[in-house]
Each structure stands twice: as C-alpha cells, then as structure tokens.
C-alpha cells in the first residue's frame, strides 16, 4: 500500500534547532527557503557569486560560499540542476559533511540512477514537489500545500522519516499531501511524462493545428481554438481539481455527446507498445546512459536546432503579430559549428531521420 502523509504527520519540534542551507538559490530554492522560513526554522544560503545570490541577499537572507554553508548546517537542501550537481557535490559538499548530517534532494535523478555517492554516515532524502518554484511558494502563502514525492535512500541517523516529514511540513507540502516512493520512481514518474506523454501530446496538438489550417481555417483562429484562449489550461486545472472525467460537466452537452462518441475512435491508436518502449528504457537505465555522454549533449544541440525549423514556429511567430501579442526569441538557437557536426558523423543517420521529422 501506498504511504500518504499529511500536515498531522510532520513535527516541526523534529528540526526546530537545527540549521538548513539552501544550496542553490534558483527556482525551487528561493521558494523552499521562503517557506522554510517562515515556518520558523534557521535557514542559510548557500551560492556562488551571481545574480542569485543577490537575489537571496535582497530577501534578507545569510548567503555563504556553498562550503561554508555545509559547514554550518545539520540539514542541507542540495537544489542544483541535475548536470552540474555531480560535479558539485563531490568538490563541495561532500568534503564537509558531517557524520549524519542530512542531504536533501528535489529530484530522484542523480541518486535514483547512481550518478551521485553519498557518504553512508549521512541521510539521504527526497522532497520533489510536484510544482515548479513560484506554485510552491504560492501555494504555501495561499495555505493550500501542494502534492510532492518524498523518500528516503539512507537513514543513518536512525530519525530520517521523521526529520523528512518535518522538512515536509516546513516545505508546507503536507497541507496537501505527500507520497512516499523510492528515489528512483521518482525519477521514472517524471522522465517518463516528458518522454511519454509529451511528445504524444505535442504530436496529437500538432496534427489537430495542420489539420484545421490544411482544411482552410485562419491560423489565427486555430491557434487561438487549440491552445492560445487558455481554455485548455483551465479544463486541466478542473482535472486536479474534481477528476479527469467529472470535469466534462463543465462543458455543453454538445459538446460531451461530440467528444464521447468521436472519443471511441482513438481507441486503438498506436500509442501503448511505444510509451511501454520508452518506460522500460528509462527503467533500464538506457536513457541515463544515454544522456550522460558526452557526445549526447551535442546530438541534442542539433535536435533542437532542428526543432526550432518546426513549420509551428514560423506559423506561430506570425499569428502572435498579427494578433498583436508580445513576440519571444525562445525559437532562436544557434547552428551547431562545423566542428560539432564533424564530431557527429557516426550518428549521422540518426540525425538524417531527425532532419526527416522536421521538414
């Protein structure tokens, strides 16, 4: 059975006197700090000197070099990009923890696939919001919590769960709910609804655009129907909020007859055995090894390149004009250099397909 706590579970008692560093001061580490605050506990921050670390000074809190936080802490929050996390960790964490010290993690990445070795004298925790930093700072403000995964890879201390649920409370996600899972689903669940459902939802949105416009509808006005009006953000947030299919209530009769009766003939797509595919590869492993060479960070800078090529930009980038809307230069990458390329030729059959999807 699964393990669900809530604002009764967690002690802030369990963690009152002890010191917490931030380690990172971005998206979700302003916000945790934030929260954590205010909850009453003894934060720290620890960052390099960038504008991050202004923005923790303008918010009134001690910022340190990130060795020097480690140092003085009982609790630290490592919230680093994934990429660069390894690296830092190693040269400036590890060095100074102390014997069951406590190290805490917003992603399941690292340790869920064995990039990261933590000493065994430390605990090892999980609190993955379920929300991107600004909602986890809004959500706590507006006394509502929000869902996270929590879990824990070493109890040294012998008091893990009770210190997570404490950090938990603090975070201000029990309000809502927390649930335990290992590090590594963690990172499954969220690897695989950006490389399952994404792309699947990207493409059946992409098809339903060109179809409409092929058919001789004003970009603009399929733009708009698609995705631009914000209906569909709302329809999402009334998912989480009263049930996948209770939501359709709000909607006419109309159309819930039209999307019930046509629904049934998207039954059978093709979509199973490939979302399984790709599930497996990241439970394998398959796609962490894949990422982690080198040549891999190349093979994306042309992949995205390519992406941006994608007819929806350039339709996009019009509509958005047109309707008088402000216009972002996210679609701009640079080629890769003749150099990368060179590096690339191995690949190059798999980067001719990518040209493919793109045209």
């Given at each position: 059975?699964?393990?669900?706590f809530?604002?009764?579970?967690?002690d802030?008692?369990?963690?009152?006197?002890?010191?917490?560093?931030?380690i990172?001061?971005?998206?979700?580490?302003?916000?945790?700090?934030?929260?954590l605050?205010?909850?009453?506990?003894?934060?720290i921050?620890?960052?390099?000197?960038?504008?991050?670390?202004?923005?923790?000074?303008?918010?009134?809190?001690?910022?340190?070099?990130?060795?020097?936080?480690?140092?003085?802490?009982?609790?630290?929050?490592?919230l680093?990009?994934?990429?660069?996390?390894?690296?830092?960790?190693?040269?400036?964490?590890?060095?100074?923890?102390?014997?069951?010290?406590?190290?805490?993690?917003?992603?399941?990445?690292?340790?869920?696939f064995n990039?990261?070795?933590?000493p065994?004298n430390?605990?090892?925790?999980?609190?993955?919001?379920r929300?991107?930093?600004?909602?986890?700072?809004?959500?706590?403000?507006k006394n509502?919590?929000?869902?996270?995964?929590?879990?824990?890879?070493?109890?040294?201390?012998?008091?893990?769960?009770?210190?997570?649920?404490?950090l938990?409370?603090?975070?201000?996600?029990?309000?809502?709910?927390?649930?335990?899972?290992?590090?590594?689903?963690?990172a499954?669940?969220?690897?695989?609804?950006e490389?399952?459902?994404?792309?699947?939802?990207?493409?059946?949105?992409?098809?339903?655009?060109?179809?409409?416009?092929?058919?001789?509808?004003?970009?603009?006005?399929?733009?708009?129907?698609?995705?631009?009006s914000?209906?569909?953000s709302y329809?999402?947030?009334?998912?989480?909020?009263?049930?996948?299919?209770?939501?359709?209530?709000?909607?006419?009769q109309?159309?819930?007859?039209?999307?019930?009766s046509r629904?049934?003939?998207?039954?059978?797509?093709?979509?199973?055995?490939k979302?399984?595919?790709?599930?497996?590869?990241?439970?394998d492993?398959?796609?962490?090894?894949?990422?982690?060479?080198?040549?891999?960070?190349?093979?994306?800078?042309l992949i995205?390149?390519?992406?941006?090529?994608?007819?929806?930009?350039?339709l996009?980038?019009?509509?958005?004009?047109?309707?008088?809307?402000?216009?972002?230069?996210i679609?701009?990458?640079?080629?890769?250099?003749?150099e990368?390329?060179?590096?690339?030729k191995?690949?190059?059959?798999?980067?001719?397909?990518?040209?493919?999807?793109?045209?």
């Amino acid at each position: 059975m699964v393990k669900i706590f809530h604002e009764t579970n967690g002690d802030l008692l369990n963690i009152k006197n002890k010191t917490i560093s931030i380690i990172g001061y971005g998206n979700q580490g302003r916000a945790q700090a934030l929260n954590l605050r205010d909850s009453g506990l003894n934060i720290i921050v620890g960052n390099i000197e960038d504008k991050y670390k202004n923005f923790a000074l303008n918010d009134n809190f001690s910022v340190v070099t990130i060795e020097e936080a480690t140092k003085k802490s009982d609790i630290v929050f490592i919230l680093l990009p994934d990429e660069i996390m390894n690296e830092i960790f190693e040269k400036s964490i590890k060095p100074h923890l102390r014997v069951n010290s406590v190290i805490v993690f917003a992603s399941g990445y690292n340790i869920g696939f064995n990039l990261l070795k933590p000493p065994e004298n430390v605990d090892v925790l999980l609190i993955a919001p379920r929300m991107i930093g600004v909602g986890v700072r809004e959500n706590f403000l507006k006394n509502e919590g929000f869902f996270s995964f929590i879990a824990i890879e070493q109890d040294a201390s012998g008091r893990a769960k009770e210190i997570l649920l404490a950090l938990a409370k603090g975070i201000g996600t029990l309000k809502k709910g927390a649930i335990m899972l290992s590090f590594k689903q963690e990172a499954e669940l969220d690897l695989f609804n950006e490389q399952g459902f994404g792309p699947a939802f990207g493409r059946v949105l992409l098809s339903s655009i060109y179809t409409l416009i092929d058919a001789g509808y004003p970009p603009e006005a399929v733009l708009i129907e698609m995705y631009m009006s914000n209906e569909m953000s709302y329809t999402y947030k009334k998912m989480a909020d009263i049930g996948l299919i209770k939501q359709v209530d709000f909607h006419s009769q109309t159309s819930q007859y039209g999307a019930m009766s046509r629904g049934i003939r998207f039954r059978k797509l093709p979509l199973r055995d490939k979302m399984e595919q790709i599930l497996k590869e990241i439970q394998d492993g398959v796609f962490t090894k894949e990422w982690e060479k080198s040549l891999t960070k190349l093979k994306f800078k042309l992949i995205k390149y390519f992406a941006t090529k994608q007819k929806i930009n350039k339709l996009e980038k019009e509509v958005r004009k047109n309707l008088k809307l402000k216009l972002y230069n996210i679609y701009e990458e640079e080629p890769p250099s003749k150099e990368e390329i060179a590096k690339l030729k191995n690949i190059s059959d798999e980067i001719k397909l990518f040209e493919q999807y793109y045209e």
